[in-house]
């Protein structure tokens, strides 16, 4: 009998409704390719704007920016989230060359990775001893590294389809590779920089002494990877080589800035919101064109696109920029904190912090049932390419609201060419494709009209019953 | 009893074979990855050789050049086929301005198209006529269109997901739209760049005089987008500007030419031919890197990788590097020509001349049958995103091979950058990502031992028992 009711309620919808699931994800693809505005946008905050380190004057800006984007949209809600974040900042440009005898100098490409220290004001010179990971500073113990720099050089493993998984096998050296070198003894670290690619851009990004005093604190830095080859074909040369470099960061003192969030109030339940975001905030060598803005830009318009197209959402859509993903975290963990202090019910948060190329796919954070529901919409998106539904991580802000309830999604583009630009110098606007960006924000678009419709009960894939 | 004798077959060559077909595939996406030769070899024949021009001496440097790295190979059989092919030159640069009144000139770029003739020496100046297709011609008829230019601007529709697409919707009006025009005594033609980005780059290709006499004959020239948008809008303003082109090409005598050709001979069915191609010739503008420097080096790396991979084909496997693609295809004429008279079987060609990007699958023309008979190894494919098996078109090369028994293919390559620069001076080297080029030999490469292993026979996915 509920089966026939059910589907009483489904036949009534599906007379009514304006445009079936294949029309309206059309609508949504044709209205990102012909007229997105995705593509504007970035180039607003890429070339108006530029890198936005949590705590600059850029990031404050792109703050203003976006708010004020969100307020021509004519949504239901703008509003910014207030949230202290840490502020480092560069200094100087680095400077690094390879001495092979006194007076013959090599100059080489580095840059400070985000959280380090600066080196004294002359710079450190020292000799320097390569590993290709710091697990084996162990075996060459304090004896072989006291009052040396270390050099990490460990290349991203090339055979790697997913080169997020590449990266992976990597980011702990750069992440812990100073703390670890400075317990021998060491004076300074200089790591490979996860790119790829052979070229002349060294890689920033995060770094942490843990727990180390502030006294045993070393200098690190990014070499670029054709200085990493040429640094290590010399020390094969020449074991008693000398390393220089010089680099003038620091940590300054918190300081306040926010999320950036705009919302499409929902129709029936309003108190269940779906959450579509990306992060604001970037390192400062490029102009943060694929990391992050791409997916600011991309779920931002996810709200246009739901109004464009004619979709009113029964639930509440939000979209959610967040601020300091690079180097701390504090707005994806502050956006949940609050999330969770005003018992708001998400009950799906999606990220799209994998550049601005072609999408392929997402990947969930869910029950093997919540899979199967979206797998079940593949035909949907076949037309445009999307394939890959798969378990697998989503995105670091949107992280801390994971609970039993909510289902966590990444978008997943094409990820051959991110590492190329990924925290360098050449993460700018030209290496962003207009359609791969849009095709990118259709695609969310999709998925959260789909999420709206259809809600991530999987008890049933009808909706109307679940009460 | 035939099910157990195959069986019993079936495990005997599991038992023995040197890897299952899974280790296969993953030996050469590892080798492609890790040590491919494509991308070194396309940054010689585009930074060291260039644009190849059929009949140009860069053509035949790149032939001299293939056949000895062919031979480098350890190859069974190199050799080259001579063909005569077609030779237009384009001569001193083009050069083309808008003036809105007399000595007020706003200059444009231009390039003249493959098989256009020359304007009169001081080039032609006339009055403008904008259409959206040469089918509106008609309608417009001799009175309107005498003594002046026509100038063709239909943008590739933006919101098609499968770019060629785009291009097949527009590229009539490159190749026709000149003949059409002189039939209603227009002086010259004027074709939107086939581009679906707003930029500065005209983009050549090929275009046809049809059976009009050479008197009749008018000059045809490709515009940038950015200036066709710019044309348009002054058009809007003002119907009695002038355009004004100048243009020096010309069409030479044929001359002799060669297709390239490397082969590993088939260890049990050496007269059944499997064959992966790429056209070695190129337009003129840019250095034919993704068009189709990239298919070539691929096919190349298609025996390569072979070899590497410990994998001797049962059946011949031919690459083959066709001469004049661009504007003739006298060197996939030729090949399929002496096939026929050698009585050769094909079983199998796949082309690749899509570009260089991320590949997404292949298209194949085929029965039903052997569609599903690639689409059985779609698991074998899944860990390196190649998703796309779909009935389509394979590629100009090889179609003079169709007949009933053989299986034609084409590699299908992520398509959104392609047409930014496709026969324009941007389709150059640096645009062609390394790890991309090499997913594609991998797949094409994986494509070929499936079907070396199991044939083309769709009785039985059975290969052993076939005869």
């Known amino acids: 009998m509920k089966h026939i009711f059910t589907l009483a309620l489904l036949c009534f919808s599906l007379t009514f409704s304006a445009q079936t699931d294949e029309q309206a994800v059309e609508t949504i693809f044709k209205n990102s390719l012909n007229n997105g505005m995705s593509y504007q946008w970035l180039d607003h905050l890429s070339n108006q704007i530029g890198g936005r380190l949590s705590g600059s004057l850029n990031a404050e800006r792109a703050v203003a920016y976006t708010k004020e984007e969100f307020e021509k949209l ?48 002359g710079g450190i010179k020292a000799n320097i001893i390569e590993v290709g990971s710091y697990e084996d500073l162990k075996d060459l113990g304090e004896e072989k590294i006291k009052g040396k720099i270390v050099f990490i050089n460990r290349p991203m493993q090339a055979d790697l389809i997913n080169t997020f998984e590449a990266y992976g096998g990597c980011s702990s050296e750069r992440y812990r590779g100073a703390a670890e070198a400075a317990k021998y003894g060491a004076v300074g670290t200089i790591v490979r920089s996860l790119n790829l690619r052979l070229d002349d851009y060294p890689h920033t990004g995060s770094m942490s002494y843990g727990d180390l005093p502030p006294s045993q604190r070393i200098p690190s830095a990014a070499i670029s990877t054709n200085d990493a080859e040429l640094l290590s074909g010399m020390l094969a040369l020449n074991k008693d080589l000398k390393f220089f470099f010089s680099q003038n960061c620091k940590q300054l003192e918190d ?142 802000d949107i992280g801390p609201l994971r609970n039993d309830e909510i289902v966590l999604a990444g978008l997943r583009p094409d990820s051959q060419r991110y590492f190329d630009h990924h ?15 849009e095709l990118g924000a259709a695609s969310m678009t999709a998925l959260v009209f789909l999420i709206d419709k259809y809600g991530t009960n999987t008890i049933s894939n009808v909706e109307e019953i679940r009460d």
Not at 423 to 437: I, M, P
């Open 255 to 396: 300081v306040l800035s926010y999320n950036v969030i705009g919302e499409i109030t929902g129709s029936e339940y309003p108190n269940e919101i779906i959450l579509v975001g990306g992060h604001l905030d970037s390192w400062d060598l490029g102009d943060g064109s694929h990391d992050d803005g791409a997916g600011c830009v991309q779920s931002m318009d996810v709200l246009r696109l739901l109004k464009e197209s004619g979709l009113k959402p029964k639930r509440t859509i939000r979209a959610v920029l967040f601020m300091n993903e690079e180097n701390g975290l504090r707005g994806g963990r502050k956006y949940a904190e609050e999330a969770k202090a005003k018992n708001e019910k998400h009950i799906f948060a999606l990220e799209s912090d994998s550049g601005g190329f072609t999408p392929r796919g997402f990947s969930f954070q869910c029950s093997e049932a919540m899979l199967g529901k979206v797998q079940s919409w593949r035909s949907l998106f076949k037309p445009y390419l999307i394939h890959f539904f798969e378990m697998g991580y989503s995105g670091a």
């Open 74 to 121: 004519g949504l239901d809600k703008v509003w910014l989230q207030p949230v202290m974040v840490p502020r480092w900042v560069r200094g100087a440009p680095e400077f690094a060359y390879i001495e092979t005898s006194p007076g013959v100098t090599t100059n080489v490409n580095i840059c400070a990775l985000g959280g380090s220290i600066a080196t004294p004001g």
């Open 423 to 437: 925290h360098a110098a050449n993460d700018t606007f030209e290496h962003v494709n207009k359609r791969e960006l």
